[in-house]
């Protein structure tokens, strides 16, 4: 089963799909996150709604406001020539719900803020919350599986890190000054429409295997990436255990887990698409879940307004 959110004059409501059609669900429902939390009890009752056209809809994030929404860095095989040093563990960053955009949604870049550029992503969505998962229960705490865009600025990157001498213990009751290099994501990752998210939560039994999807990357009708998720170098499980040792993960929290990096054959890569400077729209799908599409827009705005 499917299940997105749609605006409608009284913020949201949910609908559901299948291979038979797509349907209102009833409101007594809620929203993602209630089904989310109440599957056992909701599941039975999510069919029969009335008939949804979905070109007259205007999409929302799917979950609209998750706990957090945690995204694994530099987690692609294609990145390991250049990774010149790095743990052998996930490495991790958050995105602000704030951040999320639904489908279909323009996507508005100031031109302040500098280069933009789509990562395409596949993301969990976590069903049962838990702490100190074991790896090999990790998939029961997964819910479903939806498409992110994890929207990067590379000039707010260089604007945001420090090179600084960083205080460590001597060993001796005294400090010593360490030549460190750090960078902030709160505002190259955390943006406002940095996160176009949906339109479907994919319910986890319809995807046997996470690891065995092809993803494309669209510019303008351009392919600019096509790769699969068996590239990712650490898998759900992996991660999924791996970050309940730190925090509790919750019902309807998001793991992103790493962009498609692999570029097409005509030597494009997300890199190279600027969408502040290239605007129109940008789509990532994939196999099994869908496609995620975006138009962009720039929108200068004062500052301090």
Same mark, same amino acid.
């Given at each position: 089963m499917r299940l997105g959110t749609v605006r409608t004059a009284d913020g949201g409501r949910v609908v559901a799909a299948d291979g038979t059609g797509v349907w209102w669900v009833d409101p007594r429902h809620g929203n993602? @996150?209630? &089904?989310?939390? *109440?599957? #056992? #009890? %909701?599941?039975? /009752?999510? +069919? $029969? $709604?009335a008939p949804v056209d979905l070109a007259t809809v205007t999409w929302r994030p799917p979950v609209t406001r998750p706990g957090k929404v945690i995204c694994v860095a530099l987690n692609n095989s294609a990145n390991k020539d250049r990774i010149m040093s790095g743990p052998d563990h996930p490495a991790t960053f958050i995105k602000p719900s704030s951040s @999320?955009? +639904?489908h279909g949604c323009a996507i508005e870049l100031d031109p302040a803020w500098g280069r933009v550029h789509p990562e395409p992503e596949l993301a969990v969505v976590i069903g049962t919350t838990g702490r100190h998962i074991p790896v090999e229960? %990790?998939?029961? =705490?997964v819910f479903g599986y939806t498409i992110i865009n994890d @929207?990067? #600025?590379? &000039?707010?990157? $260089? /604007?945001?890190?420090? =090179?600084y001498r960083a205080i460590h213990p001597d060993g001796d009751g005294g400090v010593r000054y360490v030549d460190s290099w750090v960078s902030y994501s709160g505002r190259y990752k955390g943006s406002d429409g940095f996160g176009p998210i949906g339109p479907w939560v994919v319910t986890r039994d319809e995807i046997?295997?996470? =690891? %065995?999807? #092809? &993803?494309?990357c669209i510019h303008d009708g351009r392919l600019?990436?096509?790769? *699969?998720?068996a590239n990712l170098r650490f898998h759900v499980d992996a991660v999924v255990a791996f970050l309940s040792e730190y925090m509790t993960l919750e019902a309807g929290d998001i793991v992103a887990m790493g962009t498609a990096l692999k570029a097409s054959g005509s030597g494009g %890569?997300?890199? *190279?698409?600027?969408?502040?400077? @290239?605007?129109g729209v940008i789509e990532v799908e994939i196999e099994g879940i869908g496609t995620l599409s975006n138009p962009v827009r720039t929108v200068a705005h004062e500052v301090g307004r």
């Open positions: 993602v @996150l209630d &089904i989310i939390e *109440n599957w #056992a #009890a %909701a599941q039975p /009752e999510l +069919g $029969g $709604g @999320l955009l +639904g229960r %990790a998939y029961d =705490h @929207l990067t #600025a590379p &000039i707010m990157r $260089g /604007e945001d890190t420090f =090179h046997p295997d996470p =690891h %065995a999807l #092809a &993803i494309r600019v990436t096509e790769d *699969n998720t %890569a997300v890199q *190279n698409v600027d969408l502040t400077v @290239l605007g």
